[in-house]
């Protein structure tokens, strides 16, 4: 959700008002799996949320190319270790979480990619920032 | 008897020229604020606030940039932001 992300991050997520919670769809097969696991790799050094933004805006990359080779290129680019985080990746230490936020999300119910929940409330594709303000500032003016 | 008297002059000469470099010293540092006579506060100085705050011993209250603090929940789902928020914006999607 790269598009609206920013304004969300900038106007409820800085300020405290929002917590932003990624759960992985795998949606395409291997190559959506090894991204997943690049990025809860990452998340094991502190990284998530950077690697997260890098993978959004290298999706043609991904799409192209090795997504395993991709995801450490990128990852290269973050203050992490390297070493760890490809060992990470090779040996598929994330393999197993990621796959079992994916099935909760299927036991949820969830399939269109992207889907939002905000405090209960599902907003289902990919929507302007007014929608999710629409959303967010009843639940803020009520607390 | 001088020469018995000898080393307790060096030791009092010594002693006397080592005062005298401290002194020295701390003229100099007595004098370096003399410029603050002449200062003239263009905004007003918070100084009782800063006072009271540390005598109490705690820290001023600072700004939290959210977008510095992630973590990992109970479901060890990865998240951004205040880990109290009220509202939790839950991002079901995929990089491809």
């Not at chain 1, 390297?82 to 060992?87: D, E, G, K, P, Y």
């Not at chain 1, 230490?93 to 119910?109: F, I, M, P, Y």
Request: proline share 7%.
């Amino acid at each position: 959700m790269l598009g609206t992300e920013p304004q969300l991050e900038q106007n409820y997520v800085k300020s405290g008002q929002v917590k932003l919670v990624f759960n992985p769809m795998i949606d395409l097969g291997e190559g959506s799996r090894q991204a997943h696991q690049a990025a809860a790799c990452a998340g094991e050094q502190g990284m998530f949320w950077p690697m997260h933004d890098l993978l959004f805006e290298n999706q043609s990359a991904l799409y192209s190319g090795d997504v395993r080779q991709v995801s450490k290129d990128l990852a290269a680019q973050l203050p992490l270790d390297t070493a760890q985080f490809n060992s990470c990746l090779d040996e598929q230490c994330t393999a197993e979480l990621v796959q079992s936020q994916d099935d909760r999300r299927r036991q949820l119910g969830i399939r269109t990619r992207p889907t939002f929940d905000v405090n209960g409330q599902l907003i289902v594709g990919g929507q302007p920032f007014e929608v999710f303000q629409a959303a967010i500032e009843p639940l803020l003016e009520s607390k | 008897m001088r020469f018995w008297l000898w080393p307790w002059l060096s030791s009092i000469l010594f002693i006397v020229a080592a005062c005298g470099s401290t002194a020295t010293e701390v003229s100099t540092v007595v004098s370096t604020p003399t410029p603050l006579a002449n200062f003239t506060p263009t905004a007003p100085i918070a100084v009782e606030a800063t006072t009271e705050t540390a005598s109490k011993g705690t820290p001023p209250p600072e700004a939290v940039d959210w977008l510095t603090v992630e973590g990992k929940t109970a479901d060890n789902l990865f998240y951004l932001g205040n880990p109290d928020a009220p509202v939790t914006l839950i991002d079901y999607s995929d990089f491809l």
